[in-house]
């Protein structure tokens, strides 16, 4: 099972940008980044496949890339325009199968995850 480590989290004002990386063990199909606010569900945030076609949430368009070096396994996120609803634990999660998905159930590995906090 691929192995993941996130870093880059931390606590920001409004507006402000964040940024945050995973390294994988080995590169995998779909990789993405998930958040899980508290009290609530995990959900998707961004996904990309290994050709870089990427997805992203409603929430985060245009606030959010999503970005992957599949040389070096490692994929990032590149938050900006942060607000207070952004705040959450993030996970970096991976997927074998081709194809990326916003399903939580369907990827295998994750990472410990990062906390971000966006204050008002």
């Known amino acids: 099972q691929v192995q993941l480590v996130e870093s880059g989290g931390g606590s920001v004002p409004a507006g402000g940008s964040l940024r945050l990386s995973c390294r994988a063990s080995y590169t995998r199909a779909c990789m993405g980044w998930f958040r899980q606010a508290s009290g609530k569900r995990r959900e998707a945030v961004a996904t990309m496949d290994v050709a870089g076609r990427a997805n992203y949430a409603d929430s985060v368009k245009g606030r959010f890339t999503i970005s992957r070096d599949n040389a070096q396994n490692t994929l990032a996120l590149q938050m900006d325009s942060l607000k207070p609803e952004d705040t959450g634990i993030y996970y970096c999660?991976?997927?074998?199968?081709?194809?990326?998905?916003?399903?939580?159930?369907?990827?295998?590995?994750w990472g410990q995850g990062t906390q971000v906090t966006v204050a008002s």
């Open positions: 999660a991976a997927r074998s199968n081709i194809g990326c998905s916003f399903q939580v159930a369907l990827f295998g590995s």
